[in-house]
């Protein structure tokens, strides 16, 4: 089929509502599309340079936590939650009560992330690691009760009420065969389509059959970023496609809605590969920076430290790339010494620039690494 003559499906009637029931996906896709073909080489281009950059840093590992905080934080405020990334790093018990709800989906879909990504390895990209993905993104949140890790059983919707809302996906007896179908295009060998594309369009068919009852928007973002992993196409998963998507938010909803509406799938393929392309350089400029902030600390504050107090700053410098917002407390038992020498070490990094404390209180000081912070904002 070529990609100009999709249509996405038809309403099917259901007792005082109807329906949408998409058309499966897994076939061949044909792309006779110019303006397609250079949007997939601008974006090839710009993985293949971040998959470069990510694979030159050393200790990687560590700047890929600020990644996934990155990628918590928007794909939640594309539901809603207003937690931001520094608020990501603190404890529950640094936060007023009224954000506690918010920080607690985002720990949860941090975990999720990191779960998932260690599932990679031992399981393919499938139904089942999805739902438990979903098991663990519902984990202690506000939707935990709505049937966790399984497919939906009941009718769910986008909207103020089923009567009035501005999308229903398909009656849940129709979600298992379609999710079937999906994770069978994702692995499809007896025909070529372009991953980037692959993945957009399931994506979509994803976030069109709403196979859960709750937490589908974030799920099927996250589905972006394990395909890409599990595709070997980024050595590192370091593309996250939800701050795109939360900047452009009337943009990605309008798409999705258009291609059910109007069968606009180049149109939602476009925005797409825009996204990728833009999110990849992005990020491949973060590291650049990431590698220009690590130079001059390592050779400008680091040596300032006595040879004794060597290996604490250089210990500490590490993991604050990857938890950029501490405490005393936390130095403390991070380098194993005594709350004084943690608050001499944080002081000292505070005297260079490195920290700033973030509170303005005396007491349960706060500590940012802003410059790094500001890098994924």
């Given at each position: 089929m070529d990609i100009k003559d999709y249509r996405a499906g038809e309403l099917e009637e259901r007792f005082q509502y109807r329906a949408f029931l998409p058309t499966k996906v897994c076939h061949a896709w044909d792309m006779s599309d110019a303006e397609l073909t250079d949007l997939l080489g601008k974006a090839d281009r710009a993985l293949g340079e971040l998959n470069a950059f990510s694979q030159l840093i050393p200790d990687i590992d560590f700047f890929i936590r600020m990644h996934v905080a990155k990628e918590a934080t928007q794909s939640s405020r594309l539901e809603g939650t207003q937690t931001n990334i520094e608020d990501a790093f603190k404890d529950l018990s640094d936060l007023e009560p009224e954000g506690r709800d918010d920080w607690a989906e985002v720990q949860s879909y941090i975990e999720a992330i990191n779960g998932a990504i260690k599932s990679l390895e031992k399981l393919p990209l499938s139904n089942r690691l999805l739902c438990e993905t979903h098991a663990m993104l519902m984990a202690g949140v506000r939707g935990e009760h709505k049937q966790a890790g399984e497919f939906r059983r009941n009718q769910n919707w986008i909207g103020v009420s089923l009567k009035n809302a501005a999308f229903v996906p398909p009656h849940d007896e129709h979600v298992p065969e379609l999710m079937g179908d999906l994770e069978k295009f994702l692995h499809a060998q007896g025909f070529f389509v372009h991953p980037l594309i692959r993945i957009a369009i399931a994506h979509y068919q994803f976030e069109t059959i709403h196979p859960?009852?709750?937490?589908?928007?974030?799920?099927?973002?996250?589905m972006i970023s394990l395909y890409l992993a599990s595709e070997r196409i980024l050595a590192q998963p370091a593309l996250y496609l939800s701050d795109y998507f939360e900047r452009?938010?009337?943009?990605?909803?309008?798409?999705?809605?258009a291609v059910r509406q109007g069968n606009h799938l180049r149109a939602w393929l476009v925005f797409f590969l825009h996204g990728v392309e833009e999110t990849a350089r992005a990020s491949a400029q973060v590291f650049r920076s990431i590698l220009s902030i690590k130079q001059r600390i390592d050779?400008?504050?680091?040596?300032?430290?006595?040879?004794?107090?060597?290996e604490n700053a250089q210990r500490l410098m590490l993991h604050l790339y990857a938890h950029p917002v501490v405490d005393v407390k936390w130095v403390s038992q991070l380098l194993e010494t005594t709350a004084n020498t943690a608050s001499?070490?944080?002081?000292?990094?505070?005297?260079?620039?490195?920290?700033?404390?973030?509170?303005?209180?005396?007491?349960?000081?706060?500590?940012?690494?802003?410059?790094?912070i500001a890098l994924f904002k």
């Open positions: 859960f009852l709750d937490g589908n928007g974030r799920l099927g973002r996250l452009n938010k009337t943009a990605y909803i309008d798409h999705l809605m050779t400008e504050v680091l040596p300032s430290f006595t040879t004794r107090r060597q001499a070490m944080i002081q000292d990094l505070v005297k260079h620039g490195v920290l700033k404390e973030g509170t303005g209180k005396r007491r349960n000081r706060l500590f940012l690494f802003t410059e790094y």
